[in-house]
């Protein structure tokens, strides 16, 4: 469990680089970036929940290109963080939809 269930800060990767966030208990932050590629467009999102001491993370990558859509999800979970500030997560589900895998009876 976080030292101070009420509140959190801790490092994630977001954009460009390390970001630092603060989460009091009940809190949801939520973080997405997308671009144009050469064939289509990509992008990432990421949900943090903070409750009752426990970080939730849920993620998703996704795109379209010439091939159709590809989305990788998935989820895991925090009750400590590492010396350096960063949650250490335990895993959870994940999943993958392929609509070209899909398409070819896969």
Not at 32 to 37: A, L
Not at 77 to 83: F, H, M
Request: glycine share 12%.
């Amino acid at each position: 469990m976080m030292s101070d269930p009420k509140t959190v800060r801790f490092w994630t990767y977001g954009g460009k680089g390390l970001v630092r966030l603060r989460m009091e208990d009940g809190d949801t932050l939520r973080w997405r970036q997308g671009w144009p590629t050469d064939e289509g467009w990509s992008a990432k999102e990421v949900t943090w929940i903070y409750k009752d001491g426990i970080i939730e993370r849920y993620w998703l990558s996704e795109g379209r290109d010439c091939d159709g859509y590809l989305s990788h999800t998935g989820e895991d979970w925090s009750e400590r963080l590492n010396a350096e500030g960063f949650p250490v997560w335990e895993p959870g589900s994940v999943q993958v939809y392929d609509q070209n895998a899909v398409r070819a009876g896969y």
